[in-house]
Nanobody, 125 residues
Framework: QVQLVESGGGLVQAGGSLRLSCTASGRAFSGYTMSWFRQTTGKEREFVGLLRWNSGRTYFADSVKGRFTISRDGAENTVYLQMNNLKPEDTDVYYC??????????????????WGQGTQVTVSS
């Protein structure tokens, strides 16, 4: 079993920044992909970005590219989503997710094995 605990959401004005964190526990971590998704009630979860744990490579959706970054603290099994220049359309519940054998299917939420509880991000105009 894997537990993912998220924190860092909140209310921010447009143009501001927030940093979300996702701490994983419960299993030896290697070879996995940790991704961030976001979701508005009634809509599909939208892929935001990912970190390939072994290589450290990151990849982002076009909607956040250049504004969001992902970093990690290996000692703490924690991944951070740094969100800069936030826009009202970034308002959503943000989730972290972990999966193995994700490959090129990283945007498909059903490919992931474990999810965090979600944290609300609200960007006011």
């Amino acid at each position: 079993q894997v537990q993912l605990v998220e924190s860092g959401g909140g209310l921010v004005q447009a143009g501001g920044s927030l940093r979300l964190s996702c701490t994983a526990s419960g299993r030896a971590f290697s070879g996995y992909t940790m991704s961030w998704f976001r979701q508005t009630t009634g809509k599909e979860r939208e892929f935001v970005g990912l970190l390939r744990w072994n290589s450290g490579r990151t990849y982002f959706a076009d909607s956040v590219k250049g504004r969001f970054t992902i970093s990690r603290d290996g000692a703490e099994n924690t991944v951070y989503l740094q969100m800069n220049n936030l826009k009202p359309e970034d308002t959503d519940v943000y989730y972290c997710a972990v999966g193995w054998d994700i490959g090129l299917y990283f945007a498909y939420s059903e490919r992931y094995d474990y999810w965090g509880q979600g944290t609300q991000v609200t960007v006011s105009s």
